[in-house]
C-alpha cells in the first residue's frame, strides 16, 4: 500500500476517534441520572452499563480524556508528516499546525460536543460499550490517572463515589415541577429541607425579648395568670437575672402536681423543674434537630457568643421550618401572610425575606436579616411603635401589631402607578 495513501487513512480515523472520544465526553457530562435511573427501571438494553459508569467517573473520565488527547496528538503529527511530505519542512511544519488545529477544533470538537449534548443517553449508550474495551487497551495508563484523580477530589473534601450533588437534586426538583411531576407543595416541601440544613439557630430561635419567662420562686396564683395569657407548655425560669437560667418549667408538671394536691395557690411552683438544655446560637438547625430527638428535649436555650441567653426554640418550632406553621387542636394557624388585595398584604414580621418576594412579588433587598422584622428594624434603626411607617422604593411599610419590642405582624402597601 502507498504509504500517503496509509497516512491519509490514519489522518481520517484519528479524525473519527477524536470526534467520538470528544461526543463521549460532552455526553457523559450531559447525563441527568435520575433520567439514568429511569432508563434502568424501564430495562433499556445498556442502561445498566451506562449507570456503572456514570456512578464511577474518576474511572471513566480519565479513560475518555487519555483517548482524545492520543487520537488529536496522532492526527497532528500524521498531518505534519503529510505537509513536509508534500511542501517541504519550512512551510509544511505551519501549515499542518494551523491547518490540524481548525480541523480538530471544528470537526473533532465543537460539532460532535454540540450533537452529543442534545442527544446525551442516546449517544453515550452507544458508545459505552466501545468505552469499555477502549477502557481495557488504556488500563496501565488510566489507572494512574484514576488513583490521582481520588487523590485530588478527596484533598478538596470532594467525594468521588457520591451519586448526586445538592445542586442535582435540586436541578431534578426544579425539573419535575416544570414538568408537572411533583407537585408545587412537594418542590417547595423539598426545597426547605434543604435549606434546613444550612441555617443556624439564631435565624429561626424566638429571640429573647419573645420568651415569656417564669421568676425563680413564683407562686401558684401568680403564675396561672401569666399562663392565662400566655398558653405555653414550657416556661424559662430565671433567678435574678434572665441570664441565669436554672432550669425550665412544665405546665404538665404543675397540673400533674395540682391534681395530686401537691400545691396550694401561694405555694412556689419553681421547685418542679426540668433542667434546661443550653446550645450556641450558631449551631445548624439539622444538628440541632437531631441532637433533640436523641436526648428527648423539647426546647433548647440558644447562648450567644458572650454568654448571655439570645433566645429560645423548641422542637416544634424547627418541624414548622419544614412543614409550615401547625395550630393548636382546635385552631388553625395563623398564616404567614393575608393578601388583603393586589397591592395590600398583611405579613408576619417573621416571614422570610426570600420567601415575600418569591411568592408575594416585593422587592425587599437581602442584607444582614432574614426576616421582614430585621428588615424594618435595619432600616429604621430602632424600635418601632405600632402604627409607625416608612417608604422603600414604592412599598408603605407600616408596623401593624407589636408584642414587647417584637414586630409581630407588619402591613405592606404597593403604592399604584401615579399614586406617588
Excluded: C
Excluded at 436554672?246 to 391534681?259: H, R
Excluded at 457568643?305 to 439570645?310: D, K, L, M, R, V
Excluded at 409581630?408 to 402597601?413: A, G
Amino acid at each position: 500500500m502507498d504509504k500517503s495513501v496509509l497516512y491519509v487513512a490514519l489522518l481520517v480515523v484519528s479524525l473519527i476517534l477524536s470526534a467520538f472520544f470528544s461526543s463521549t465526553e460532552a455526553a457523559f457530562l450531559s447525563l441527568r441520572k435520575v433520567r439514568i435511573r429511569r432508563m434502568v427501571s424501564d430495562n433499556i438494553p445498556g442502561a445498566d452499563r451506562v449507570q456503572r459508569m456514570v456512578e464511577q467517573p474518576e474511572k471513566i473520565l480519565p479513560t475518555i480524556l487519555l483517548g482524545n488527547n492520543l487520537v488529536n496528538t496522532a492526527f497532528a503529527a500524521v498531518a505534519t508528516v503529510i505537509m513536509v511530505a508534500a511542501i517541504g519542512e519550512g512551510s509544511g511544519v505551519l501549515i499542518a499546525t494551523i491547518g490540524s488545529t481548525l480541523v480538530l477544533l471544528i470537526l473533532g470538537e465543537t460539532l460532535p460536543k454540540t450533537l452529543a449534548i442534545k442527544h446525551a443517553e442516546t449517544m453515550f449508550l452507544f458508545s459505552s460499550r466501545i468505552l469499555e474495551w477502549v477502557d481495557i487497551l488504556l488500563m496501565p495508563v488510566a489507572i494512574s490517572l484514576q488513583w490521582l484523580s481520588r487523590k485530588i477530589s478527596r484533598r478538596d473534601g470532594v467525594d468521588p463515589m457520591a451519586l448526586f450533588t445538592e445542586e442535582e437534586i435540586k436541578t431534578a426538583i426544579l425539573m419535575g415541577q416544570e414538568a408537572g411531576a411533583v407537585e408545587d407543595e412537594e418542590a417547595e416541601l423539598l426545597n426547605k429541607v434543604f435549606q434546613f440544613g444550612d441555617r443556624e439557630l439564631k435565624e429561626v430561635m424566638t429571640p429573647r425579648s419573645g420568651i415569656v419567662w417564669v421568676e425563680h420562686g413564683t407562686v401558684l396564683d401568680a403564675f396561672l395568670d401569666t399562663y392565662q395569657e400566655h398558653t405555653n407548655t414550657r416556661f424559662p425560669v430565671f433567678q435574678e437575672q434572665i441570664d441565669n437560667v436554672t432550669g425550665i418549667l412544665s405546665i404538665k408538671d404543675i397540673f400533674a402536681a395540682m391534681a395530686r394536691g401537691d400545691f396550694s395557690a401561694d405555694a412556689v411552683i419553681t421547685t418542679q423543674l426540668r433542667q434546661a438544655y443550653f446550645v450556641p446560637d450558631t449551631k445548624p438547625i439539622g444538628v440541632l434537630f437531631r441532637d433533640m430527638q436523641q436526648q428527648g428535649m423539647q426546647i433548647a436555650m440558644a447562648v450567644d457568643e458572650f454568654g448571655g441567653i439570645a433566645g429560645l426554640v423548641t422542637l416544634k418550632q424547627l418541624m414548622e421550618e419544614i412543614v409550615g406553621p401547625v395550630g393548636e387542636e382546635g385552631s388553625q394557624p395563623e398564616a404567614e401572610y393575608e393578601i388583603i388585595d393586589e397591592n395590600t398584604f398583611h405579613i408576619d414580621g417573621g416571614m422570610q425575606i426570600d420567601e415575600i418576594n418569591d411568592e408575594l412579588g416585593i422587592d425587599i433587598p437581602q442584607g444582614e436579616y432574614e426576616t421582614v422584622a430585621g428588615f424594618i428594624l435595619d432600616t429604621m434603626g430602632n424600635i418601632p411603635v405600632e402604627g409607625e411607617y416608612f417608604w422603600y422604593k414604592d412599598l408603605r411599610i407600616n408596623v401593624d401589631e407589636m408584642r414587647g419590642v417584637k414586630i409581630e405582624r407588619v402591613i405592606i402597601t404597593r403604592a399604584k402607578l401615579g399614586s406617588l
